[in-house]
């Protein structure tokens, strides 16, 4: 079983939907928590960090549950250029990643 | 603006040879880590390095090995290189761990092995 998990997707969603992620981590140690984005043939580069109170940033809301193990995301409002793969990330003095999620946005 | 920095964007080598993929970063961080990123698997850490000529083993070290001689430089060796480490190579560094510590990504280098 893998350490973080993601649902690969894809998810196409129409513009203006509402989307939702989810991330499960199995080790308790883990210290914090993030969403990377990551375009086709691209590097990943940080979205959002994940705090355990939830956080926001324009449309998009990430929020942790640390007694689930549990972190997602959610896109309000989606744009076409919110294409790409979304990387759940646990910091347990290295970094973590999961699978990716794709999510595709079609006109 | 930050910046890691990846020798080579596309490598093609033959099976059996010695490969050194570079990777240097300009904001002084401590940590250092080699992952690579396979359709389906995700980014797997290979090596990673908290210092100067320190190196720890990641999830998938076999065939591998990393220099790091300057704080700057973080380098992976692949000793003998097979058709199964065809893949993309991605290069990250930090600061010291901590909470909400950023990773900042160099462009990967995509490997061929022939």
């Known amino acids: 079983r893998k350490e973080v998990e993601q649902d690969p997707g894809p998810f196409n969603v129409p513009e203006g939907a509402t989307v939702a992620f989810n991330c499960t981590y199995s080790?308790?140690?883990?210290?914090?928590f993030f969403w990377y984005r990551q375009d086709c043939r691209k590097e990943p580069k940080l979205l959002m960090s994940v705090y355990s109170s939830g956080n926001e940033d324009g449309r998009f809301t990430a929020q942790l549950n640390r007694a689930s193990q549990y972190i997602s995301l959610l896109i309000r409002d989606s744009k076409l250029s919110d294409s790409a793969t979304y990387l759940c990330v646990v910091n347990r003095d290295k970094l973590i990643f999961g699978t990716g999620t794709r999510l595709q946005v079609f006109p | 603006d930050v910046k890691v920095t990846q020798s080579s964007r596309y490598l093609v080598k033959r099976t059996g040879e010695k490969v050194f993929l570079e990777c240097v970063q300009d904001m002084d961080h401590e940590n250092m880590f080699w992952y690579r990123q396979d359709p389906g698997l995700g980014l797997r850490l290979i090596y990673f390095?908290?210092?100067?000529?320190?190196?720890e083993k990641g999830d998938i070290p076999e065939g591998y090995s990393v220099s790091r001689e300057k704080k700057e430089r973080f380098s992976l060796i692949l000793e003998s290189a097979s058709t199964n480490q065809t893949s993309m190579y991605l290069c990250?560094?930090?600061?010291?761990?901590?909470?909400?510590?950023?990773?900042?990504f160099g462009q990967g280098t995509r490997l061929t092995v022939v």
């Open positions: 990250a560094s930090t600061r010291p761990q901590g909470l909400n510590t950023e990773a900042f």
């Open positions: 390095s908290y210092d100067v000529k320190m190196k």
């Open positions: 080790n308790s140690a883990s210290q914090s």
